[in-house]
C-alpha cells in the first residue's frame, strides 16, 4: 500500500493547490470582470492544463475549440455550414440556397486592408470570424472592420451547436475584437424587440438605438424599450417635442381635447395642417406617416448624418476613372455618353446613383469597386 500513499498525496497537494488558485480567482471574479479574459478563456491555446502526476506532462483538454479571423473568401466548408443554417434554422427549401447566393451574400464585402492605429496594426475590410471545435466548423460571424468600428452583419451555426447560444458567444467575441483592436464602436445592426433572434442585442449594456428622424444616439433603457414594446414606431426626439414624457403616455397635453390652454392651442394651430396630421397619427399609433417628410427625390436631400455633400463628392470622386461592368464589356463611367451632362443630384441617372454610392462609401474606396449593371 505504501506504493500508492506517496502518489496519493501528491495528487491531493495538485488539488488543494489548484482549488486555493481557483478560490482566488472566484473571488476576483465577484467584484471585477474583464470581458477579453472571460471570452478569451475557453479558446485551445488559452485552456489550463493540469499536470498529470505520474508523467509530469500537461494534460490536454477534452476539446479543441478555436476561433480564427479570415477574410471573406469563398470556401466549400463555409458554404455547407451556411447551407445547413439556412435549410434547418431558416427553413428555406434546397432550391433557394446555392453557391452563388452565398458568394454575393456573404462573400463579396470591403477589401481588406492593414491600417496603423496607434503603432499598432488594425485590420480594415470584410472577414469571416470562424468558430471551430475538434477541427470542425461549427460557427461563423460576418464582420465589417471601419475605421472606427466593427460591425456585426450576420452569423451562422450548425444546427448541432442550436443549444450554445452563439448569438451570445460571437458578441463577446466580437466586442472583445473591438476593444483590443482600438475600435471606437461596436454595431450590432438592427434591433428589433419583437423579433426573438433578435432580441438578445438588449441585454448589453451601456447600448444606444438610432434615433429615426434626427440621426442621434439613444441609450436603450427600461424606459426606451417599454415605449418600443408598447408602439410600432418610436422616434424619442418626437416624443420630446410632442411633450411625451411617459412611456405609456401616447397623448400630450396639447393634443388632449380637455384642459386647453391658450399658449397650448396657439402651439398647435403654429405646427400647421399637415403637420399636426402627422403628429396624431403619431400619437395614436397610425400606419400613415408623413410621406412629405419620408419621401425625396435624392439621397442628398435627406441630410442624413455621414455621407458626403454632392459638392464634397464631385471634389473628391473621380467618376471617369470608376469602372463599369455592362454584360460583357468593361468600361469606365466617364466614357459614357452625355455622362459630363448628367445630374448628379438626378437619382433616375446613372451619375446619380454613382454618386449616392460614392457620398455612403467614401472617395477611399472607390478605386477599388466595379459597378455590375445587370445586379
Not at 470581458?35 to 477534452?62: G, L
Request: with cysteine; hydrophobic share 35%.
Amino acid at each position: 500500500m505504501q506504493l500508492y500513499i506517496g502518489p496519493l498525496r501528491d495528487v491531493r497537494r495538485d488539488i488543494i493547490c489548484s482549488n486555493m488558485i481557483s478560490i482566488r480567482e472566484k473571488k476576483y471574479r465577484r467584484n471585477h470582470f474583464e470581458v477579453c479574459k472571460a471570452v478569451h478563456e475557453p479558446v485551445y491555446h488559452n485552456v489550463k492544463r493540469p499536470v498529470d502526476p505520474a508523467t509530469k506532462d500537461p494534460i490536454e483538454p477534452a476539446h479543441e475549440f478555436v476561433i480564427t479571423l479570415e477574410p471573406d473568401k469563398f470556401t466549400d466548408e463555409k458554404y455547407a455550414l451556411f447551407a445547413d443554417y439556412q435549410k434547418n434554422v431558416h427553413k428555406e427549401p434546397p432550391v433557394a440556397i446555392s453557391p452563388g447566393g452565398f458568394k454575393r451574400f456573404l462573400c463579396s464585402g470591403f477589401r481588406q486592408k492593414i491600417q496603423m492605429y496607434n503603432g499598432k496594426e488594425r485590420k480594415l475590410g470584410s472577414y469571416h470570424q470562424c468558430y471551430r471545435l475538434d477541427g470542425r466548423l461549427v460557427a461563423m460571424g460576418f464582420l465589417d472592420l471601419l475605421p472606427q468600428g466593427v460591425s456585426s452583419v450576420y452569423l451562422i451555426y450548425h444546427q448541432d451547436v442550436n443549444a450554445w447560444n452563439f448569438g451570445k458567444i460571437s458578441a463577446l467575441q466580437e466586442i472583445a475584437l473591438a476593444l483590443e483592436g482600438g475600435y471606437k464602436y461596436y454595431y450590432m445592426g438592427y434591433y428589433i424587440p419583437s423579433c426573438i433572434k433578435m432580441r438578445y442585442k438588449g441585454t448589453y449594456s451601456p447600448t444606444y438605438v438610432l434615433d429615426p428622424e434626427t440621426y442621434q444616439w439613444d441609450l436603450l433603457d427600461h424606459d426606451l424599450r417599454t415605449r418600443l414594446s408598447n408602439r410600432k414606431y418610436v422616434s424619442l426626439s418626437r416624443d420630446r417635442r410632442l411633450g411625451i414624457t411617459d412611456s405609456s403616455n401616447h397623448s400630450p397635453d396639447f393634443l388632449q381635447s380637455s384642459h386647453r390652454t391658450s399658449s397650448e392651442f396657439t402651439k398647435e394651430l403654429n405646427l400647421g395642417l399637415e403637420k399636426f396630421k402627422s403628429d396624431l397619427d403619431y400619437v395614436e399609433g397610425s400606419s400613415t406617416e408623413d410621406k412629405n417628410e419620408l419621401q425625396h427625390d435624392s439621397l442628398f436631400e435627406l441630410d442624413m448624418p455621414g455621407i458626403m455633400s454632392p459638392e464634397e463628392v464631385e471634389a473628391k470622386v473621380d467618376f471617369t476613372t470608376w469602372n463599369l461592368k455592362f454584360g460583357s464589356m468593361l468600361l469606365t463611367l466617364g466614357e459614357l455618353e452625355d455622362w459630363h451632362e448628367m445630374n448628379i443630384k438626378d437619382p433616375f441617372t446613372i451619375k446619380g446613383v454613382a454618386a449616392e454610392f460614392a457620398a455612403c462609401l467614401g472617395a477611399e474606396i472607390i478605386p477599388y469597386l466595379v459597378i455590375d449593371w445587370k445586379q
